[in-house]
């Protein structure tokens, strides 16, 4: 398969910087939403035809360049037992974590077999458009577990949890960490084409404390793919200067939050690895004419960096103008960004 996003992710020079965005299958969606008036979220997922559906809907729809697959990180919570709702308020669970039910969790591997039928199914429906798989990293997975009220946002059950009780976080971060790596080598397996960890809380703890504790899973994880020849893609959102510590050993590409900006990212990371990112999405709120300084801004750094995809600082916000993001991904298609 020859595709701008595979060439610039296994180090081949490209005329532009492909173009993807996290939390680009579904959310802003005129027709995605459409779809949410009939069907849950749940269902969406677990259904080969509509999580196909939803999947591709971004190529035609914005014209991304990889497509990324609609599930959800806490479905590997599902996996071991954990009741998994999906509310209007946001994901909870019935059962969250406490030290009473932590040693009756087991993982069933079978429940995450309708994910790899649909990733068999999106390949048979597009061959040529590179699938992305997922799954979220041990902590920000941890935090969720503990999550039984889907209106409280803190994570303070899941952080005191962590640091009380130190040798249950441990055993529990290990389980998710076993049956991550499972579940990345079923979706290589199955066909995905690059693989992405959503670290997205890595900042909620001292960047030292995730290096030392949690860094040595991720990267287990992000190895399993590697073993099966999949390139990754690893997003330790709020890492700040944590991110010198990102080598090769770790991850083919890394994944930038918006709060460093990309050219001193791209000084602290090691330039054997590739950077991400890393577009503010709440940008896509102002004025067409703002988004044309930010990306006029980018043609530098895009220009003497080969190794570099374009998406967001985090996902997509619910209520952003999709007509903005495919005007973002036109302007990185036909601009001329003086690659020799
Ligand atoms: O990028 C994509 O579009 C692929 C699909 C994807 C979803 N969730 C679909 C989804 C991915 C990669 C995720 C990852 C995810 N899920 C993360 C890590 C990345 C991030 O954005 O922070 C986290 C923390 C979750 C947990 C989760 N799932 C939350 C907090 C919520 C509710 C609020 C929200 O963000 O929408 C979900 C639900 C969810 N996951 C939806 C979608 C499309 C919303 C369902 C809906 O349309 O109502």
Not at 30 to 46: C, N, W
């Amino acid at each position: 398969m020859s595709s701008i996003f595979l060439d610039t992710l296994s180090g081949n020079k490209t005329t532009r910087p492909p173009v993807w965005f996290m939390r680009q299958a579904g959310r802003i969606l005129p027709s995605y939403q459409k779809l949410k008036l009939k069907y849950s979220f749940h269902d969406m997922m677990k259904n080969k035809e509509l999580a196909s559906q939803v999947t591709l809907m971004p190529i035609d729809d914005l014209g991304v360049d990889a497509a990324i697959l609609f599930s959800d990180i806490l479905i590997i919570p599902e996996s071991i037992g954990m009741k998994l709702e999906f509310t209007d308020n946001g994901p909870k669970f019935h059962n969250p974590i406490s030290l009473n039910n932590i040693s009756s969790l087991s993982f069933d591997a079978t429940k995450l077999d309708y994910v790899y039928s649909n990733i068999k199914q999106i390949k048979s429906i597009n061959k040529k458009t590179p699938l992305i798989g997922f799954c979220g990293g041990p902590l920000t997975t941890f935090l969720f577990m503990f999550r039984g009220d889907e209106k409280d946002k803190s994570f303070n059950n899941a952080l005191k949890f962590f640091y009380s009780n130190k040798k249950e976080s441990v055993y529990l971060l290990e389980k998710l960490t076993e049956a991550s790596i499972e579940y990345v080598q079923g979706q290589a397996s199955s066909g995905i084409d690059c693989f992405q960890l959503f670290e997205t809380y890595c900042g909620i703890i001292p960047s030292e404390l995730y290096k030392k504790l949690i860094l040595p899973l991720s990267t287990k994880i992000l190895e399993a793919a590697k073993q099966k020849n999949v390139p990754t893609i690893f997003f330790p959102k709020n890492f700040n200067d944590g991110l010198r510590y990102i080598n090769k050993d770790i991850c083919d590409f890394v994944s930038i939050d918006w709060n460093l900006s990309i050219e001193y990212a791209r000084k602290i990371v090691d330039s054997k690895v590739g950077i991400q990112g890393n577009m503010n999405p709440r940008l896509f709120y102002s004025s067409y004419d703002d988004i044309d300084i930010y990306l006029n801004n980018l043609l530098k750094f895009g220009e003497h960096n080969d190794d570099w995809i374009f998406n967001l600082g985090h996902g997509f916000l619910p209520d952003i103008d999709y007509k903005k993001v495919k005007y973002v991904v036109q302007w990185i298609k036909e601009t001329n960004w003086n690659r020799n």
